[in-house]
């Protein structure tokens, strides 16, 4: 089969990567100041007893080695400790967070993606215009936002249109599927937004080079002698070799989107991921901060070997 | 004079220069071919051959402007630019590129790409177009099969094969090809200017070869043009241009490739050609010229008649001004 | 085959070593967009250095009551706790520009070594170094940093330090491409060949030529440290003793300003943000944009060559 070796191979790159992601975790909580019981007895009204127990519980009285193995066969039967905030499992706390981000930045990026290729393309196409001038203006100034500040402005714009904070209206009294639902949807309308302006400044600008580049390509120009109309050599030929770069791009760009989750989250206390990231720095939760390092970098891994597996499904000059 | 199947009255060509200012690449360029011609267009590199090429089909690109006539049957095809261009691009007049390794679309089949041209030109459509993809392959000597592989999966010479079976699939009646073997190795090469002998043959179509390489334009063509500094020097039969050049490049350039037939010691012609992004004065081959004389400096030869069927631009064969220098 | 933009006679193997410092500054002059740019960079940077002499109250006295609304004595009115706005924007982009300035510089420095070390020894040293960077890509950094931030305890140098040995990676591969291409060059080649020692071939004829390149990712770097140290100041991971640009729009969050109406309060910082990124992205769009000779060839576009009325001479036609 074509490119087995390929897939075989990106998908060694990816559990590589979370297996080094992994081991920067369990190094950097070892690194700390103190370690993790010290840090852990700064929690008001822990006993001496709790510290021992707790001392048995991460096997800290054994060797590093031995602290590393049994950290990796706990993580593999998908223990990632307690919360100190809520004494919940850590794998619960952040399932559920997981589950609440994922529309929202889902439909954040799918606005930037259908959005940037747009503007991108235009730009592009109407290189050296004012055309051009004005969508990369805009995508600049976008890209150019903090995203929590831009987040705050969508705030002040929009208090009293659309809500601006939570995920949905807790005074509603057993809604209906349908009222719930719309409920969700306003509340969802700004985080998403925010990601989604954001990341749409950067696409904008990858697939405007991308789109250049592919414009100066040799087949552009055997298209044209062919007679193909302006708009047809764009559809059939340029979109499809741009989509190569931007593919790669939108991937690397998942960091960026992480990034952009737990400041909006932030921002609209929504209560996804991003949110308990930041209430575990506030109150120094580190078993949270560490499961959702882990998870954060799991899913940026999951979805660049998504984009390499597309990559390859576009290109079909890959063969290794 | 009749008219030519494709012909060029003044044709100039400009490029706004990125870092400002303009290039005069072609400069009042007239050319004709006739059905079933073989034309050379030849000159050192950054002559303007190849802009001269490319503005027979209208593919400049967005920087350029261009004035004069490119006339097809009789009929200004340059008149409404791009508008009146296309129509005519791979019904009448197709094109071979340079080093046809990127000619190709590297993410779709090679096949898919003549299918293109021709269900855009309603020469065939589905199976059908496939049908005749297999055959114009065949006919350039690539396995039918072949038509389900992509670009990078063929060799270069067969990539160029393949441009030439693409170029060919609406029996256009004039063929450009833009240095086509250039890049190819030489074994390839010959094959190559083989296939477009018989192909130009068997089809009679006219064929305008760009090109550096003077033993290709003897082995192939009819009759050859000349380009020094975006201007045509020379034109006439090949025959006439190697053994009786009228102009002093011509007969340097010749001299440059040694032998038509590759022999010989090559020598190269010392300087470089002017820059085109300001008025010329005089000759601009003058600074070059072993022959150059004070007439030179100043007036700018015009392209004459010098025997039946032959121009030169060289104020050498103004006999009485020769005499009174 | 593509149309070939040169200019005539211009001789084809570059000038080794002294043109190319010449075009990052030519390139910057000739766009207007990347003129801007610099301009903005260039006064922002001004007032932040002159802050101690130009900033028109105290830092630390408030100056009237908490939120007061923009007046005559203070343009952009008082924050939350009724210290100069203006004051504040000049004292904060000092510390936010010192954050992205010494962050940008560690990462260069990281970054720079890495990718001349790879780029110039290639084979098996090259392999194991990009195979790093790969890894490096993809781990999303800004919760890498909350968390080094987080543990290490909020401090300015905490902050550089995280910030500079996240960012390294771009860096480290564009150097190495650069590099590799450098040193395949004849001059270089030459160089090794007439004796040049390692260090001297890299600072002579191999930075040179990767200079515009490097400025340009280290412009790019700058906005990205910036950015960064705004998003950890504002999960309130910032120096808690020094004001940035971050900190006013976390404390502006915090402190309610947006529910008290004080927009003044939570605008301009964010402005301010804005523009020392966007006027980074601006230079480095342009260098970036003027050193990609695949940029330089348009085989289609919307508006197609142009037909010109013939002046001029005729030519006697054949």
Redesign the interface.
Known sequence: MRGADYVIKRTA?AI??VF??VS?NFV??R???GSAVSNFSRVPHSTPETRLAIKKQFGLDKSRGEQYVLYLKQLARGNLGVSFANAQPVSSNLRTALLNTLPMVFLGTLFAIVVGTLTGVIAA?????GVEGASVGSA??F????????G??L??LF?GVLPTGGMSNDFLINPSFWTHLKDLASHIVLPSLTLGLVLYGEYT?IVR?AM??T????????????????WA??R???L??AM?PIATLVA?S???V??GA??IE??FSWPGIGRA??QA??Q?DYPM??G??LV??VS??FF?LLADLLYFK????ITQ | MTDALLRTEDLHVWFDLPRGGTLHAVQGVSLRLDPGERLGLVGESGCGKTTTALALMGLLPPNASVAGQVLLSGEDILAGAEETMRPHRWVDVAMVFQGAMNAFNPVKTVGSQIVEALELHDRATGRAARVRTGELLASVGIPKDRAERYPHEFSGGMRQRAAIAMALACEPSVLIADEPTTALDVMVQAQILELLDALCRDFGLALLLVTHDLPVVAQLCDRAAVMYAGELVEQGSVDELFHEPRHPYTRLLFAATADLYGNGIPVSIPGAPPRLDREIDGCPFRPRCDRAFSRCEHDRPLLREVASAHAAACHLNDVAAVAAR | MSVVLHEPGAVAEPEPDRARGGLVWETIRRKPTAVIGLVVLALIVAAAVLAPWLAPYDLHTPAGPVFEPPSWQHPLGLDDGGIDVVTLLMWGARISLVVGFAATLVSMLIGGTIGVLAGYSGGKVDGSLMRVTDYFLVIPDVPLMIIVAAIWGPSLFHIVIVIGILLWTSTARVIRAQVKSVRERVYVKRAHALGAGHTRIVLRHVLPQVAPLLIANTVLTIAVAVFDETALAFLGLGDPSRVSLGKMIENAFQRAAISSGAWWAIVPPGVLVALIILSCSLIGQALEDALNPRLRVAHLSAHGFRLRPLVGRKEGAL
């Not at chain 1, 298209?223 to 193909?228: D, P, Q």
């Open positions: 790159f590589v990567t080094i992601a920067i950097l909580f690194l700390a100041p196409w109407r290189r050296g215009t600049l100034a890209y150019s936002m903090p995203t929590h500040w831009l705050l402005m705030v002040i208090t600008l080079s250049l580049e414009l100066g390509e040799d087949y552009i120009l055997t298209a044209r002698a062919k007679g193909l109309k302006p050599i764009v059939r030929h340029a499809r070799n190569l690397l998942l960091g960026y992480v990034a737990i400041l932030t921002v990231v930041y720095v506030l120094r901060l560490q959702a390092f954060l970098t940026v891994v660049n576009l290109d079909p000059r």
